[in-house]
């Protein structure tokens, strides 16, 4: 559309004069030393056509007639004139951005703000203060001090288009420097790595746990910032302390089921199926002990059972018993690393073998015992490495690790399939029997009575755990 009129920066309408373009050109022209008055016009020319063609109104705003200059310039191969109209521009944003601050400038400056949606919206002082008002319940004047300093950040710069995610940060610092440290706290956005985001996508085998990864990830931030004492994320950051299910705050940590036997081998998988179904709503870890009837099928060619095996295997880690030998582990015939051997005793050959093969294990005589079940609401560790006789340290990871208990079996309080059931923690870096080793559990024992919960020690720790762990060595 042909311009009529152009709208100002203070939101006046004003009639369009191509005189005012071609003398912007003019200016431009001479600041690198050609001043050519009959180019300016043509140039000019050359800019209405282009609002006549591009313009989807006849009242075009100012910053859009200077971007149609700029773009001419350009493919005129016009740089070095297009360089200096830029640079005036700039500095003129600039200086309208330092009067705005001091309050001296009413006008709109040249900002626009590209929210979630993909929507660009103007530059609001007006929507800042009152988002801080409403989310932080800051007083106006708190808001306002907010909110120059935010475009004190910006004042010195030429940017003319913002993200939501970046203003927020803006906030977030600004809030820091006006000494809301504690409304910055509350408000700060979660940092989710968009080089992990594009890993998970790229990596997972359907959408859905691409979804559950970032999920994950976003849970654990939020875990560590809002959920633990200074003290707990303290030891948590230094490797001291591991907390299972941050990344999953809503779900116990591990379930334990042995299935009844059955002579119909497939009626036992269904049964499984349900029970892994049923308890994956509930517990993060969900391990079912196949009764032996499954192995002996497999030990006589039953390969059929072999598929319905790895699928069972995508919900639960599944461990066939058995009394630990097998021909079976000689042409091991699964793929999933999540099926493996459940003994009643451990076996020093058999251990060695599942290790070559990477498979875990699972002993016990109540393994065998059908209608066992085991539940575990919270799984810690805590590394004591280094600290033999260093009581008082002792004294601070017992009482950091019950605190942690408490909290994580308060989000859980909600689920009353979790009622009851245990919370377990380790020990790591300390000898067995040593008398550091028994004052600490002592210490452990003794503070979660006090805080009216019973902790009961575990003997293995988990692979994840042994990798937290591990950064005290870093």
């Not at 050109?25 to 001043?35: E, N």
């Not at 820091?176 to 790229?202: I, N, W």
Request: include cysteine; glycine fraction near 8%.
């Amino acid at each position: 559309m042909e311009p009529s009129t152009i709208v100002k920066r203070d939101g006046a309408v004003v009639p369009f004069d191509r005189v005012k373009v071609v003398q912007a050109i003019l200016r431009a022209l001479d600041a690198v030393g050609r001043a050519d008055e009959m180019l300016a016009e043509e140039l000019g020319q050359v800019v209405v056509e282009h609002l006549v063609r591009t313009a989807d109104t006849v009242s075009p705003g100012i910053e859009e007639v200077q971007d149609a200059v700029i773009y001419v310039l350009q493919e005129s191969g016009e740089y070095d004139v297009a360089l200096a109209y830029t640079r005036y521009r700039d500095s003129r944003e600039r200086q309208r951005r330092q009067r705005r601050i001091v309050g001296t400038e009413t006008s709109q400056i040249n900002l626009m703000v590209l929210g979630r949606d993909g929507r660009r919206r103007a530059w609001s002082r007006d929507l800042i203060e009152t988002h801080l008002q409403t989310q932080l319940e800051l007083t106006n004047k708190a808001a306002l001090d907010v909110c120059l300093a935010v475009e004190g950040f910006l004042a010195d710069s030429v940017v003319t288009e913002i993200s939501t995610v970046v203003l927020l940060s803006l906030i977030d610092a600004a809030l820091v420097r006006c000494g809301f440290t504690e409304a910055a706290e509350k408000l700060a956005p979660l940092r989710l790595d968009r080089r992990h985001m594009r890993q998970s996508l790229s990596t997972a085998s359907c959408g859905r746990d691409a979804v559950r990864e970032v999920g994950r990830h976003a849970f654990t931030q939020l875990s560590l910032v809002d959920g633990f004492p200074s003290e707990v994320l303290r030891l948590y950051c230094k490797g001291r302390l591991w907390v299972d299910g941050l990344d999953d705050p809503l779900r116990g940590s591990e379930f334990t089921a042995a299935l009844d036997g059955s002579s119909n081998p497939w009626q036992t998988l269904a049964t499984a199926f349900t029970l892994a179904t049923d308890a994956g709503r509930h517990w993060r870890g969900v391990n079912l002990i196949i009764p032996p009837m499954i192995l002996g099928h497999l030990e006589r060619g039953a390969m059929a059972l072999v598929e319905p095996m790895e699928q069972l295997a995508q919900i639960a880690n599944c461990y066939l018993y058995c009394d630990g030998r097998t021909p079976l582990l000689d042409e091991w015939p699964f793929r999933s690393k999540q099926i493996s051997i459940a003994t009643y005793a451990e076996d020093f050959l058999l251990l060695r073998r599942l290790q070559e093969l990477g498979l875990g294990h699972m002993s016990g005589p109540h393994l065998m015992q059908g209608g066992y079940r085991r539940r575990v609401a919270v799984k810690l560790a805590i590394n004591a490495q280094g600290l033999d006789e260093q009581y008082s340290q002792m004294d601070a990871l017992a009482m950091a690790l019950v605190s942690a208990a408490r909290i994580r079996q308060r989000s859980l309080v909600d689920n009353p399939a979790l009622a009851g059931a245990d919370i377990r923690y380790a020990i790591f870096g300390l000898p067995p029997g040593a008398p550091s080793n028994e004052y600490l559990e002592r210490q452990v024992v003794q503070e979660g009575l006090r805080c009216g919960i019973a902790l009961s020690r575990s003997t293995n720790l988990p692979e994840d755990a042994c990798a937290h762990l591990g950064r005290l060595f870093e």
